[in-house]
């Protein structure tokens, strides 16, 4: 049983169309994550969400907007997708503290590759 | 300069060798230091994690952190071809009082060749 899914896994769409990305997580962790990544620059946070009420932007949140439907649950939307917004994005979630301090281990999905013609 | 600077790759060598995986890195607020490995169409997921400076073993893996140079290592021995896969080092600060971001290197691809 995958605990951190992501629908869709892969999806081609055209510049200017609204695109949704959604993560589901069966963990009970209330820290959720989506990030984007690309070749040569790593993973990049793009929104993060400690609880349903409290979402912030990431370093990369320009042009993406989120929705933290439930604890389970963390929407990722392009409101008019561009080509540079190609990429894989992954979703995922965590415990504060789990590996001391503030920090915990942070479990991806599968990840979605985006395509943006 | 980048946050976090790891060498790109791709690594190939024959199964049985010693690997030797590194990170730099900038920031000195940095206390946590992470290892994930990420298998191809697969999400990252963390292989080892090390609190400030020293050395971590667990099996074949070694992690080695010296934050005086501020450099980081994994060293992979009797590698497998099931070790081949992205390797992705990881730097936060830790902080309790705010959120635990988390910097990732760009990762390394490491084949491992029967």
């Known amino acids: 049983d995958a605990d951190v899914t992501q629908t869709p896994r892969n999806r081609i769409t055209k510049t200017g169309k609204r695109i949704m990305l959604e993560c589901s997580q069966t963990?009970?962790?209330?820290?959720m994550y989506w990030y984007r990544q690309d070749p040569g620059l790593g993973l990049r946070l793009i929104y993060y969400?400690?609880?349903?009420?409290?979402?912030n932007k990431g370093e990369i949140s320009d042009g993406y907007s989120v929705s933290r439907q439930a604890q389970a649950k963390f929407s990722l939307s392009l409101e008019s997708a561009i080509p540079n917004q190609t990429a894989l994005y992954f979703c995922a979630t965590s415990v504060a503290g789990s590996l001391g301090g503030g920090l915990g281990e942070q479990f991806f999905g599968p990840g979605t590759r985006l395509t943006v013609l | 300069q980048k946050e976090v600077e790891q060498d790109p790759g791709p690594l190939s060598v024959p199964e049985g060798a010693i690997v030797s995986l590194n990170c730099t890195y900038s920031?000195?607020?940095?206390?946590?230091f992470m290892w994930y490995r990420q298998y191809s169409r697969k999400g990252p997921e963390l292989l080892m994690y090390t609190y400030s400076s020293g050395n971590k073993e667990d099996g074949r893996f070694t992690a080695q952190v010296d934050k005086s140079s501020k450099y980081i290592s994994l060293f992979i021995r009797d590698s497998q071809p099931s070790d081949s896969a992205t390797y992705l080092c990881?730097?936060?600060?830790?902080?309790?009082?705010?959120?635990?971001?988390?910097?990732f290197g760009p990762g390394t691809s490491l084949s491992v060749i029967p």
């Open positions: 969400s400690f609880d349903v009420k409290d979402i």
């Open positions: 990881a730097m936060s600060a830790g902080q309790k009082t705010s959120y635990d971001k988390v910097i």
């Open positions: 963990k009970g962790h209330d820290r």
């Open positions: 920031n000195s607020a940095f206390q946590y």
